[in-house]
């Protein structure tokens, strides 16, 4: 088309996409409002809208409800013939696409997959659950059915205050609720607890699977500054409650946090307890790394020192176990209730079957082995990742080795932009999950996550090696 015959909002559309190609509005950043564009341009403010959707369709800008338009980083060229594209790194400056943007990386394409937080399929005894499996069908057909028989519910719910206590814990079976891994627990507690439009607080950085259940609940994230050294602030909460808008409650990862593998000091969990009491404020706990720790003891959960019933501690077999199991449970003190009554309207039940297994397992004793032979391992691939990235990225780049867990937070110089990074890893086949998936805000846009749950091969220590390379020419 002639430029002269272009529309005007094309127009608008093709200066500000010379202003984002000019460095002028990075990644991440948010651009004019509505308004202001069209007091810039002299045009009306639907022609301006017009200008901003169809740098949408483009990729160049991303819409946030109530929040206004961000800028984005622009997708790949595709050749006519070529298989579908790889996501945008840009996607993820969208909080709502963050999960399933991350999740189309696992495609076979990406031959070294760094970005999600899991354990290699490798390292869980696969083939001995499958035995487990067939035996307990074998002899127990009727696990099939629907609902779990009442004996091996008491079972199993008695395995997992005997579980409980191991950690210090004072659990009794009637107050132990079971859940499809520990997302649904964490949202289960946050439907209970809140109300649309309602203030929860959170680390930052967060895990962005948080975000997005914030943001489909319509509530708002308060982020608290957490670092790999002791997590949360405690001084930045107490700050934030006194003169923040009113919290409805506090969700945390106290144990190997997502993504720092920040550790919580014990004395900091006490604190953290007392400043929530007076302040009224619910802590929901999510322990999910905590039976992956390196060290001979397992870090004390939060609830531990919860005298008030008011902690609600989820917790989780589908990182230490089995992840296809997706078996989680959560001990909610005084809100069980109201929790059982919303999980009777959600999942209802969990597979008889899985959770037979899991009582077998418990009960003989065979978690804490297969457990045991997890971590080994992990703290292993820990050491030697740490020890690449140390080695192949710029001078300048800080790590803090977590004592658990399967991520490793890397801290580039200003300089390197971690989105521009994984946009160029992904043509040579390399993910990792980019510093600003980890914030509603645009922050962190030097740091990345690197998962440790791969076995360290030559081929891994090649990639991050790469990764290295790219990011002393970012």
């Known amino acids: 088309m002639n430029p002269s015959a272009l529309p005007v909002y094309r127009h608008i559309a093709n200066a500000l996409t010379a202003r984002l190609d000019s460095g002028e509005f990075p990644p991440g950043s948010r ?4 308004r202001a564009l069209a007091a810039e341009f002299g045009v009306n403010t639907l022609t301006a809208l017009a200008a901003y959707r169809y740098l949408e369709q483009q990729q160049r800008v991303l819409a946030r409800p109530r929040a206004g338009y961000f800028a984005a980083l622009p997708a790949a060229p595709s050749s006519p013939g070529t298989a579908a594209p790889l996501p945008s790194a840009a996607a993820l400056v969208d909080v709502s696409s963050r999960m399933s943007t991350l999740l189309q990386l696992g495609d076979e394409r990406i031959h070294t997959q760094l970005h999600m937080a899991e354990a290699a399929a490798s390292l869980y005894p696969a083939a001995e659950l499958a035995r487990r499996l067939q035996l307990t069908l074998t002899r127990q057909p009727e696990l099939i059915g629907a ?8 079972r199993l719910l008695a395995a997992l205050v005997r579980l409980g206590h191991e950690r210090g814990l004072a659990l009794d079976e009637g107050g132990i609720l079971l859940t499809h891994g520990i997302t649904e627990g964490i949202s289960l507690a946050l439907r209970h607890l809140t109300r649309p439009g309602d203030t929860v607080a959170v680390e930052t950085p967060v ?21 790999p050294e002791a997590g949360l602030s405690l001084e930045a909460l107490e700050f934030a409650l006194h003169h923040g808008p009113a919290v409805k409650c506090l969700v945390c990862v106290p144990n190997f946090q997502n993504p720092t593998g920040a550790l919580m000091p014990d004395d900091n969990k006490k604190r953290l307890l007392a400043l929530a009491r007076k302040h009224g404020v619910t802590i929901i706990e999510d322990d999910v790394f905590g039976d992956l720790h390196y060290g001979n003891g397992r870090p004390t959960p939060l609830k531990a020192w919860d005298r ?4 609600i501690y989820c917790a989780s077999f589908t990182k230490s176990f089995a992840p296809s199991f997706r078996l989680g449970w959560l001990a909610a003190g005084r809100h069980h209730g109201a929790l059982a009554r919303l999980c009777a309207s959600s999942t209802l039940v ?3 079957l899985l959770q037979v297994v899991l009582a077998d397992v418990l009960d003989s004793g065979d978690y804490a082995r297969i457990s045991q032979r997890l971590r080994l391992q992990l703290a292993a691939q820990m050491t030697a990742t740490a020890d690449a990235v140390l080695q192949h990225f710029p001078r300048g780049t800080r790590v803090r080795r977590p004592q658990g867990g399967v991520v490793l937070w890397v801290e580039c110089p200003e300089t390197v932009d971690s989105t521009r990074l994984l946009q160029r890893a992904l043509a040579e086949g390399i993910s990792f999950a980019p510093g600003v998936a980890f914030s509603a805000a645009p922050r962190f846009g030097h740091c990345l996550r690197i998962n440790c749950g791969q076995p360290f091969t030559p081929a891994l220590a090649a990639a991050i090696a790469r990764l290295g390379q790219l990011a002393l020419g970012n």
């Open 147 to 154: 609902h779990l028989p009442a004996g091996e519910q008491r």
């Open 207 to 227: 895990y962005f699977g948080l975000l997005q259940t914030l943001e489909g609940l319509g509530l708002k994230a308060l982020e608290i500054p957490c670092t």
């Open 350 to 352: 969990s597979s008889p």
């Open 31 to 34: 651009l004019p409002a509505v």
């Open 308 to 311: 008030d019933g008011d902690v």
